[in-house]
Each structure stands twice: as structure tokens, then as C-alpha cells.
């Protein structure tokens, strides 16, 4: 979500934020399969451990910013969160979801709409969205 917050605003083309975000979202997820495999396979592995030449500022910063966002999920009414989850972070289809969930698809994607509206809404207020507020 935080590459979303951050990267946001240098879409030209409103139309083109949807598959953008799926895109970005995919890989995220990707990423962190990947990672979450060596942190549980290989002892003694943290993917997250301090680099020579990693900044531990900007390191303190990220980590910070990550709670934050999981805060946020965290605030987000149960129904809501779940859709959000399970779309954007499991890189579920709308129709998958309905289905796991118990509700029409056309309840899933009115969910995912507003749980996206709210995370913005609440990422902006508290701070975590760029300057122009994206």
C-alpha cells in the first residue's frame, strides 16, 4: 500500500490507476511470498536485516510507516478489511471472493470500493499519503 501511497501520483491517466495498483499489488505480494519463504526456511535469514550501505533512518522511517499502514488495516470495519485482504494483498478475483466470502461479486467490488476509499481517506489524514495528498 505504501508503494501505492507514495507512487500514486505520477499516473497521467486516471483510467490507468485500477490495473496500475493491480500491477503494483502483484508484485508486492509477490515480493513478500518470496521473502516470507528464506524467513521461514533458511535459520537465521531476515530479509529485512540492517545492509552497510542501507540508511537506519530511512530503515526506522519504513518500519514506522508499515505499522502504520497495518494500523490502518487493522481500523478498518471487519467486512471492509476482509475484501480489501483478500483482493488486493492475496491478489484474489472479485468472483474468488464472493465466493469465499458468501456475498454477490457485485458486494464484493462495492466493498473493495469503499475499503479503498477509507484507507485513502484515513492514509491522508494521518500523513502517509505524498504531498499532494495521493
Do not use: N
Not at 495498483?21 to 519463504?37: A, D, E, H
Not at 471492509?80 to 461479486?105: I, K, M, N, S, Y
Amino acid at each position: 500500500m505504501l508503494v501505492v501511497i507514495r507512487r500514486a501520483h505520477t499516473i497521467r491517466d486516471p483510467d490507468q490507476m485500477l490495473p496500475w495498483v493491480y500491477g503494483v499489488t502483484r508484485r508486492v505480494v509477490s515480493w513478500q511470498r518470496r521473502k516470507s519463504m528464506w524467513t521461514r526456511f533458511v535459520p537465521g535469514f531476515h530479509a529485512e536485516s540492517a545492509h552497510p550501505m542501507r540508511d537506519p533512518e530511512r530503515d526506522a522511517s519504513d518500519r514506522q510507516k508499515r505499522r502504520a499502514v497495518w494500523e490502518l488495516l487493522e481500523q478498518l470495519d471487519p467486512v471492509l478489511r476482509e475484501v480489501l485482504v483478500l483482493c488486493d494483498l492475496e491478489d484474489r478475483t472479485d468472483e474468488a471472493v464472493a465466493q469465499l466470502v458468501g456475498v454477490p461479486t457485485g458486494t464484493v467490488k462495492s466493498r473493495l470500493r469503499r475499503a479503498r476509499a477509507r484507507f485513502a481517506e484515513t492514509a491522508a489524514a494521518r500523513g502517509l499519503a505524498d504531498e499532494e495528498g495521493r
